[in-house]
């Protein structure tokens, strides 16, 4: 029995098989899906575990992936794929910390567009969502059940993570970035299959948190990802915060390669040696990189390549958004009010933790805030009194959490958000938009982080899990947090509508800069009902934190 027809350049039929299980079939593709319910009871289809790229394993490990194109044949879309292999942060204190697989490049979609017998007569706008995890860990399996009650399709993917897909010898034998070339063969396969789900390849916006905020900056500045999307949303991540960019990339190769008995006397040997180390191996590996904890957080992500044909990009971000070479697409950048939660939070909860942190200041503090390898090692000791200075008065920091909370959020998210966001203004030509999310609901990702129910504020993430379910939050447990998914609901579905987000309470959407130049004009978020524009001033501490030195964003203009 045919549910639903529709016809833009090709006949989809989209028809009913066993448990009223949607299927697609159209010329040359058959994919079977499931049928899911949203928050407000609307029936979907989920078409889970579609492959997007070709497998990167075995000879492949370390190499570009390649594109599939055109879906063809026959899928089986009923099962999420398995996650990408990865030494996992949330579960290190309970297990070895590793799990996933290589073959792990697979998709999923999810689309209102089916179980009905409406005639599909629009394509409907689609909204692209990256992962975070620090290019390190974590998954696609972020659902649907909150903003799909929205006339919107949702993508969600895997991408290669850590090692597998950020290792990089700084030249063309591993040039590096393969977790974001990833991201970017998914655009382009977004583009030339979407239309089977009923999306629109024309209205495409890519949204992230913290990693995946930062991907989809990264996105912006790359000629590998330019026409592939129309719209940017990136949340609690620039290219500009510490940890979006891998430093001594070539020594961490040559130390993974020694770890594994393989000779690091040039890039070829490296990479032939380590594509024959088990993947499990060479993942949990990653602790070798990892002094305390599981930090610094990403040892392995993102570089500058050399140039050569393919490349991510060639050449410093700050360089690249400074010339305006960007794809220019509106951007909405925001921020939570305790973003560092995320990894503090893990740190402030365990008293043992704070005291370790406290009497080892100078040999810790620079892996928790990311800068052991961009200060001369004889400067790390001062630079990191300074700080201590700055935010504690040079008084004990091991039982201030409210200053350390401030610490890592300035140093970790809100320096680079606000830095990146003002450049952007000041030399590119799309609008930018922000909002201050500081509402704390019932739950908060910071209870999985810290393993306590202590409220240390909005936490980095819990604005993506109003509209985005996911295991570490349940927004659902009281009327404000509901009224809270509607709200945010809405700003996302308008901006991927039209390029500027909407919010009940404010009846225009200012941009970020204000006319006396200075402070950061958003829109702050504190509850369902109190919602204002307002101009931040020294959100970061940006001119504390330029003050140290750190060889960090770098132009070479």
Known sequence: MYIALFSIYLLLYISSGKCNEPIISSNGVTIRGVSMETFGGRKIAAYLGLPYAKPTVAEKRFETAEEIGQLSGEYDGRKESEDCLQYSQATYKVSSGVYGVEDCLYANVY????????????????????????????????????????????????????????????????????????????????????????????????????????????????????GLFHRSFSMSGTVLIPWAQAENSLEKAKKLAEIFNCSAGNSLEIKQCLKQVDGEKLVKASTEFMPWLYLPLAPFGPVVEARHDGAFISRPPVDIIKSGSINEVPWLVTMTSSEGLYPAADIAGDPKLMNELEQNWNRLLPLLLDYNSTIDKEKLNDVSERIKQEYFYGEHAGSDVTNMLKMASDRLFVEGIVNAANLHMKYCKSPVYSYYFSYRGKSSISDAISNTKIDFGASHGDDTSYVLQNKYMNPEQTKSDIKMIKL?????????????????????????????????????????QTVRIEVKENLGNGKFWNSLGFAENLSTQ
């Open 488 to 528: 945010l609901t809405k700003v996302w579905t308008s901006f991927a509508s039209t390029g500027k987000p909407e919010i009940d309470g404010i009846s225009d959407w200012p941009l970020i800069s204000n006319q006396s130049g200075s402070g950061l004009t958003l829109v702050h978020i504190s509850s369902p």
């Open 111 to 226: 689309t209102p567009k089916v179980g009905s017998n409406e005639t599909m007569d629009k394509l409907l706008d689609v909204l692209v969502y990256i992962h975070g995890g620090v290019f390190m860990f974590t998954y696609a399996h972020y659902g649907p059940k909150y903003l799909l009650d929205q006339d919107i399709i949702l993508v969600t993917f895997n991408y290669r993570l850590g090692p597998l897909g950020f290792l990089s010898t700084e030249d063309e034998v591993i040039p590096g970035n393969n977790g974001l070339k990833d991201q970017s063969l998914l655009l382009r396969w977004v583009k030339k299959n979407i239309r089977l789900f009923g999306g629109n390849p024309d209205s495409v916006t890519i949204a992230g948190t913290s990693a995946g905020s930062s991907s989809v900056h990264y996105h912006m500045i790359s000629p590998l990802s330019k």
